[in-house]
Structures are given as structure tokens and as C-alpha cells.
């Protein structure tokens, strides 16, 4: 027989300001912050000056993005939240529109915590170093994901309450994410954001290399950006041509991104013969490096990734369904300047035999910082 605990104070108080909404309104101002977790409870439609009035005396920084991933009928509550007013005494200092899970509500108010884990740091980072914009009172963050049905109209309206309110706001876009999508939905947005808040870029589309070349233009404008994943693998009508001078117009935009860490590229059609020049573009040393499902990479493309200066200080390496038989002497080298450096090694599904992994183990043994080695689906007895 379970014993129901009785309500803390905390929960008698935030009902009692439930049912005085002019008097709760009144005192925010003297509210302490530990009552304010309990804007949960006022997220029922209910109680939208309140709501607003809320958002406005909000301590510093306000996780409002799990919240808008509401069924529809929340939508009126919504646009309250979107539509918060900017006075000079507002306490808001980072309104945060990006989904971080509810785990972080769920702990500030006592619900559940047995069950949670934070999924990630709730502290939100400011904008990039290196960006330049004016100094706002509210910045404002939001992550653009296109592998949700009808989000164009919400990303479009909370771009246009932005740029209506640029003097005292500033929208940072740091997560990009394009699934299956048309490029001329992706375009609409992209030509509405600032593109150097951008840091991390995924993209799962089947577009061709033209298609890749034009998005490239997007993608050298985000001179911020850390990550690039790109998963394609559709095959074309190739004309060898027009095929070169779209992945020249890519490569010409990787010039541009100085600070650059982390490469994801799964089974890319356009890249066999073509690594060495994705390689030499890269103006900065990569922490991380994830080829998968490349099987048709030449010998040529192989040398070069062994040899490419810029990933000798990778702190993670998966090569996932690469033919590396012929090259153990250039793996072995590889993983040898990445030694100091190294912490996660993935050779999945790469045809190594028994005396290609005894050739790198003495090498594996002086990575004293690795804590993770994968070479699963080998030919190892």
C-alpha cells in the first residue's frame, strides 16, 4: 500500500497563485526563482497573462523548447511564449526554443527524478567567440530540423518575430538538421538565418551533385560551423563535367570553414577519387573522423587519407566497411602520430585478418588515452 505524500509547500503556494492571477502577476517581481519551475503548471492555456508576465521576470535563462513540442492545441499558449514582450526591467536573458528533453523540468520541480538523467548540460552557451553581432538584452536559441512535417511555418514565424525585434534580440541558430527534404524548403529558411551562429550541420538527402554545389554556398557561410554529417546514397546520370565543377563550387566553400573539427560521411557516391582534394581542404586539424559504407574509395583515396597532415591529432577514428587489406603498414603509421591523441577506434566491417591486427596492437598499446577499440565483422579467428 502506497502513502501519498502530502503537497510541499512550494506546490500550496504555486496553487494559491493559480487562483489570483492579478495578485501572481503583481508579485513575480518577489517571487523567489524556485517557484518559477512551476511555469509547467501555468502551460495549460489557462492562464496566459500570467504565462507572459512569467517569461518577462524570468531568471536569466528560460528552456521554453520542450514545452513548444506540444500537441496543436497548445498552439494559442505557444505563441503567448513566442510573443513575450521585451521591457526595459526584464530580468530574460536567454530564451532557449530548443527541445533539451523535459528531464530538466521534471528535476527542478521534484517529478520523477528517480527515473531521469539528464540528457545533456542544461546551461546554454552563449553565441560563437568569433561572431560579431550587436550586443542584444535577449539572445535567443533555436535548432532547425526539417525531418518534422509542417515546421516551415513555425520556423518562418519565429524568424520574422525575430528580425521584427532585431534591436533587442538576437537569434542564434546553432543546430541544422535536413532529412528527406526539397532544397527549396531548406532554402527559405536558410535565407532568412544568420548562417555563422551555425555549428552543426546534418543533412540525409538524396540530392544530386548541383543540388550539393548550391547548398555549398549556404554551407561557406557558416564560418562557425564544428560538424559537418552528410549521408547520401542515391546514384545519378553522371556527367563528368557538370559533376566536377559542382563538387569544385563544395570544395570551395570548405576553404572557408577555419574552425572546422568533425567529419561524418556515409556511403557519399560523388567522393571516390575525389578524397585526396576533400582532405586537402580542410584548413584546421580534425578531432574526429567517421567514413562509413565507402567501399568504392580507391587505393589513391586510401594513401592520402593515411597521410593527410590534418588527421594527426584525431581523437576519433571510425572507418566502417572500408577495404583496408592493403594497408596495414599505412594504418599502422596513421595510428601512430595519433597515439598522444587517440581515444576511440572503430575499424568495423574492414577485412582485417589476424596478423593486421597483431601489426597494430603494439601501436594500440601506446595510445594511453584510448578507451574504446571496435573492429567487429573482421576476419579474425
Known sequence: MSIQMPPTLLVLAAKRLLRDQALAIAALEYLPAELFPFFLAYHGGHHRQLLKALAQAWPTVLPLGVLMQRPPDHAPTRATGLKVCLPRRCKLRVLDLRNMGANFWDMWLGVGTENCSPTGPVTVHSSSPNMEHPLAPLEVFLDINFNERDRDKFFMHIIQWAQQRERLLHLCCKTLRIFEVPFQRVRRVLDRVRLDCIQEVYV????????????????????????LFFLEELEWERQEQEEQRSFSQFL??????????????????????????????????????????CQRLTYSDLTHLFQCPNLRQLKIL????????????????????????????????????????KAILPVLSRCHQLRKFAFRQSVTS
Open 204 to 227: 540525409n538527402c538524396t540530392w544530386d551533385l548541383p543540388t550539393l554545389g548550391t547548398f555549398a554556398l549556404y554551407l561557406g557561410q557558416m564560418s562557425n560551423l564544428q560538424k
Open 318 to 357: 571510425h572507418l566502417f566497411g572500408l577495404s583496408l587489406v592493403d594497408f596495414s603498414e599505412p594504418l599502422r603509421a596513421l595510428l601512430e602520430a595519433v597515439a598522444p591523441t587517440l581515444q576511440d577506434l572503430g575499424l568495423d566491417n574492414c577485412g582485417l585478418a589476424d596478423s593486421q591486427v
Open 252 to 293: 570551395s566553400q570548405m576553404l572557408r570553414l577555419w574552425h572546422f573539427r568533425e567529419l561524418y560521411m556515409h556511403s557519399p557516391s560523388f567522393l571516390p577519387g575525389r578524397l585526396d582534394q576533400m582532405l586537402r581542404c580542410l584548413q584546421t586539424p580534425l578531432d574526429l573522423l567517421c567514413l562509413t559504407y
